[in-house]
């Protein structure tokens, strides 16, 4: 198995997942993505290459482990605490 350190990440409109190959991801589907508060922009993963169906859209990233950890402690994506 590998470890989270291996994946690639990105981040996409979420207009864009029905263009999504999921076979080409870690996600099984789109009820697996992570997305923002506004639930306008989703995170995909993978490891390798970019997959082809990624890189025929419009997409934030590539990013690293470390890297999208980071893009997830910012306002759109941190869970509103009420």
Known sequence: MKAPSDNIYAVISTADVDNV?????????????RYNNDSTKCIVKWIGSI?????????????????????????????NQE
Do not use: R
């Open 21 to 33: 190959n999921f076979d080409e991801l870690l996600d099984t589907d789109a009820n697996t993505l």
């Open 51 to 79: 997959p082809s169906s990624i890189a025929a859209i419009s997409y934030e990233g590539p990013y690293t482990h470390q890297e999208i950890k980071q893009v997830l402690k910012t306002a759109s994506w941190i869970p």
